[in-house]
């Protein structure tokens, strides 16, 4: 058996000559690669019989140490460095180590002991490959922190040495040195990064070098990533979890009590086998007061550590066991009087199935129970809930159904009956946890403290419908004790009730960021739905006697979904001076104020009070500096608006860094937009490369904000410039037809240079027919094809060659509109008349939709079809909110008429409703149909005309 050692070297005269008296016993053949020392080193290696090769250092570890392999010739191979050499007490074994090891082994794991040699302390000790069979294919990958493989695999078939035959020291992280030589590494792992090796090699390696280098906020991201992608195959994987263990101890507060307790979960989970970690979550559960698992956890550890002869290096050591034998104690006399808490999990449901299966795993993290009220699923809701328990025998599970009574708190109160958990969790269907496992651990340190009754937890409205895109930032209420008297009281957006006292007089604190819900019922395919259903619930509250001042929030919610944007005006204001303030919510009803004030083209000045008003009283926020800087970019003040727009942002960074913010923010629901109008100050102001960060930017939080990809296109006068495209494909690519609908928007929005270039130069477009400003800002997106809108274009503006383009009964009347034939030409083209009427009445101008509504009688073939076209015009006319044409048509019908029928009152009322005319409208409803619609609008009418409308 020969044994042959290899080293790479330089600059090593005061470690070489240790490392060679460790092994010269024991080696056949020494080989050192020297990258070019300038001291004794290669003499000194010399000196022991060994053989020096020479190579140039290039930044690459593997390459010299691939050289040293291929110059061995012996049956093992010693890897070692110059700064590491076998302890006195096992260096005499190697042979005979090496003698008797299995045939099927293809490497050692030896054990080592970093030490600080400046302060002979011992820092860590772990096993790591050393000693290799000279296998065919050996080599090393990587250019820094190297791994050896065998041909294109990963080194296999490695057997572990016990530390009491071979053990290795080693110095060379000691503190004189170890500055110069964590920058060295940190420079050559970038460089390998920037290389093309994956980043994720380096996790662990770079956590370790940004922390020694005193680069905390850089460790603690590169040991987060290491930790989130779980135990890795290599020798001591747990470096980074220990790391951040030890971080999380330092924190004090319940949001690092609860990192703690997270991560040490995750510990034990990736590392069952070790000790310490067992340890490390008895400690996390028990700084919670969650003290009989504390007390299970620390047993466990203890158990483990008696017997522990495993690969990974276990940190307790035997002076510590004391100490965990007096905590295991302290534990044992706290569960003792503080049994762990009880919580129930409760919600009331009705046909969801798509959510309800997510929330019982999300709930079953913490729960001790769960309570479900049905209130008429038709779906599978209730046969996915039987299954769950079914397959989960060991979670309680109450599962009653009861009719729709049409108010929430009767069917939410029979669940709080039936609860009986120390804390009850009441949630939605389509709420759930970020991070359920960390409920219980926050109830458990929140159950000492006896006053508090109520948790208000942060949620973050999350539409799905739009790439999960946060709508909004809030506190709602979600947990509270399980009390005497605990009850609900509303029949819609109900409120907790303790005895006779509201939620004012509620004893709640702010839940921390990781108790954050995460919320989808309000995304956009749903929320009109909802609004609806809500609006005829809220309004039957107002007449039983509910306090209206509590209503006026949801009532200006609702008809914002509804489109009904005086309503939500009016309430919305009402509902700002109102004395019922939900608590970390008062800043809503100022944006949606702001956000009606802007669909009902109220001016600057008007906009600008309200946001003003915002900034006073919520100063902390925000969102209503980034409302004012938008209003600014619209009156051409670009240098307010970037102050304002900075102010913003620097609120933001500041928002997003508080664990529990009080108000609720909605700014995420616009930051593509403020970062858009930043884009077009700086760019109106000659700052032209911020300028193009901005609209990336804009683009990078939603790809179709239209006001950022214009913008972007006019920094470079709409031309096809290479790098602008670059950046585009950048951003675009892997979206179907993307081509395509830019292309849309830069033809919409006359920049003919690009559209031609997305769409195909034979394409006709017609940006050269526009005629008003819409058409400048109206999204293309979902634009299915371009007819409906160059008709209404060549109706206001008329072009020959575009005309051409239309459907021949189309272009007659587009001809007969700017008097180009008579009216025999559209005689009985009513089909093509109403074809695109609704684009028409919602973006044409006043002027040509009068002149459009004045042609109904003429291209009807008869009178006998005029009553018909009339009634059926009008409904289209008010389903696109121009209730006063729509009635001015209603008033030809005769009223002997047989289209005078329950559905025309019904209609005619409707539009008198929208008109203000409330007594008229309900006298004509109670004469149309008898259905839901009908019974909506009379309460709407009766609720404003008892509030003096």
């Avoid at 050692?5 to 050192?32: C, Q, T």
């Avoid at 009880?342 to 913490?366: G, P, Q």
């Amino acid at each position: 058996m020969k044994i042959s050692a290899v080293y790479i070297a330089k600059n090593e005269e005061n470690n070489i000559d240790r490392s060679l008296d460790s092994i010269k016993d024991a080696v056949d053949e020494l080989i050192l690669v020297d990258t070019g020392s300038t001291d004794n080193t290669a003499e000194i290696f010399k000196s022991y019989g060994g053989q020096v090769f020479y190579r140039q250092w290039d930044d690459d570890f593997s390459a010299p140490r691939n050289l040293a392999l291929s110059k061995a010739t012996g049956d093992w191979i010693i890897i070692l460095d110059a700064d590491e050499s076998f302890s006195t007490e096992t260096r005499k074994n190697i042979k005979a180590v090496l003698q008797s090891c299995s045939p099927s082994a293809k490497g050692l794991l030896l054990h080592m002991v970093n030490f600080d040699e400046d302060n002979k302390k011992q820092l860590d000790e772990f096993y790591t490959l050393r000693i290799v069979r000279n296998v065919p294919g050996l080599n090393y990958k990587g250019k820094i922190h190297e791994m050896l493989y065998i041909g294109d695999e990963a080194f296999y078939d490695a057997q572990r040495v016990s530390k009491e035959l071979l053990s290795i020291d080693h110095t060379g992280y000691s503190t004189s040195v170890s500055t110069e030589k964590n920058q060295r590494n940190l420079r050559l792992m970038e460089a390998a990064i920037a290389a093309g090796e994956p980043e994720a090699r380096y996790y662990t390696s770079l956590y370790e070098t940004h922390g020694a280098l005193g680069n905390t906020e850089k460790s603690l991201y590169y040991a987060k990533l290491d930790v989130e992608r779980g135990r890795q195959p290599v020798t001591y994987a747990s470096r980074s979890y220990r790391g951040l263990l030890q971080y999380y101890a330092e924190d004090s507060s319940i949001a690092g009590k609860l990192q703690r307790l997270k991560l040490a979960e995750k510990a034990i989970k990736d590392f069952p086998e070790l000790p310490d970690f067992h340890a490390e979550y008895s400690e996390a559960l028990y700084q919670l007061g969650c003290y009989s698992k504390a007390l299970e956890e620390i047993n466990q550890a203890l158990s483990i550590y008696a017997d522990y002869d495993g690969l990974e290096p276990c940190l307790l050591t035997d002076k510590m066991i004391p100490i965990m034998e007096q905590r295991k104690k302290e534990m044992e006399e706290l569960a003792a009087i503080n049994p762990d808490i009880k919580i129930s999990a409760c919600v009331i449901v009705k046909n969801e199935e798509k959510n309800i299966l997510r929330w019982l795993k999300n709930v079953s993290a913490f729960a001790d129970e769960i309570i479900i009220n049905d209130t008429g699923s038709t779906d599978n809701t209730k046969a996915i809930i039987t299954e769950f328990s079914e397959k989960n025998p060991a979670m309680p599970m109450i599962l009653f159904e009861s009719d729709l009574h049409d108010n929430f708190y009767f069917d939410k109160n029979k669940c709080l009956a039936e609860a009986a958990g120390d804390w009850i969790v009441f949630t939605d269907a389509d709420e759930v946890f970020v991070n359920p496992e960390l409920v219980r651990g926050y109830l458990s340190y929140c159950h000492r403290g006896k006053s508090l009754q109520a948790i208000l937890v942060p949620m973050e409205n999350i539409d799905i419908d739009n790439d999960n895109k946060v709508i909004n930032c809030f506190n709602s209420l979600r947990i509270f004790r399980n009390l005497s008297g605990l009850h609900y009281d509303g029949r819609i957006h109900e409120n907790i009730v303790i005895g006779e006292s509201d939620l004012a007089d509620i004893n709640t604190q702010i839940a921390d960021k990781c108790l954050l819900i995460n919320h989808t019922g309000y995304s956009s395919n749903i929320s009109r739905e909802k609004a609806q259903r809500n609006i005829s619930l809220l309004l039957q509250d107002i007449e039983d006697g509910q306090d209206i001042r509590k209503t006026y929030r949801y009532l200006a919610e609702c008809y914002y979904m509804l489109n009904d944007y005086q309503r939500a005006l009016d309430n919305a204001l009402l509902a700002t001076q109102s004395t019922y303030q939900p608590i970390g919510q008062q800043g809503d009803m100022y944006w949606l104020a702001l956000n009606t004030m802007e669909k009902l083209e109220y001016s600057s000045e008007d906009k600008l009070l309200i946001a003003d008003t915002g900034i006073n009283l919520f100063s902390e926020l925000p969102d209503f500096y980034a409302r004012r800087g938008m209003i600014l970019t619209e009156k051409e003040d670009y240098q307010g608006a970037i102050a304002n727009f900075q102010q913003s942002l620097e609120l933001l960074e500041e928002y997003n860094r508080r664990t529990a913010p009080i108000n609720s923010s909605n700014i995420m629901s616009i930051l593509h937009e403020l970062y858009a109008d930043l884009g077009l100050c700086l760019y109106k102001l000659g700052e032209l490369q911020p300028a193009e960060v901005m609209f990336k930017t804009a683009l990078t939080l939603n790809k179709w904000t239209e006001k950022a990809i214009c913008g972007w296109a006019d920094m470079y006068n709409g031309r096809v410039d290479k790098s602008f495209l670059t950046c585009l494909e950048e951003l675009y690519m892997g979206i179907n037809d993307y081509q395509g609908l830019l292309g849309n928007v830069f033809s919409s929005n006359g920049f003919v240079e690009l559209a031609e270039y997305f769409c195909g130069k034979n394409q006709k477009t017609y940006m050269n027919v526009k005629a008003y400003s819409w058409i400048y800002n109206r999204s293309t997106k979902e634009m299915a094809e371009i007819l409906p809108y160059l008709y209404v274009s060549l109706l206001e503006k008329y072009h020959g060659e575009y005309a051409m383009m239309l459907p021949v009964g189309l272009a007659d009347i587009v001809k007969y509109i700017h008097g180009l034939t008579d009216e025999e030409a559209i005689k009985g083209h009513y089909e093509e008349y109403k074809t695109f009427m609704k684009e028409v009445f919602m973006i044409a101008s006043p002027a040509t939709v009068e002149k459009y509504i004045n042609m109904l009688s003429l291209v009807s073939r008869d009178e006998a079809e005029v009553e018909q076209h009339i009634i059926e015009v009008a409904g289209i006319l008010l389903s696109c909110d121009k209730a006063e044409q729509a009635l001015d048509l209603y008033k030809l019908i005769p009223m002997d008429s047989e289209k005078v029928n329950e559905g025309f009152w019904q209609q005619v009322g409707i539009c008198f409703y929208n008109l203000g005319g409330y007594d008229t409208a309900k006298e004509c409803l109670e004469q149309s149909t008898k259905d839901y619609k009908t019974a909506t609008y009379i309460k709407w009418c009766q609720e404003a005309m008892n509030n003096g409308h």
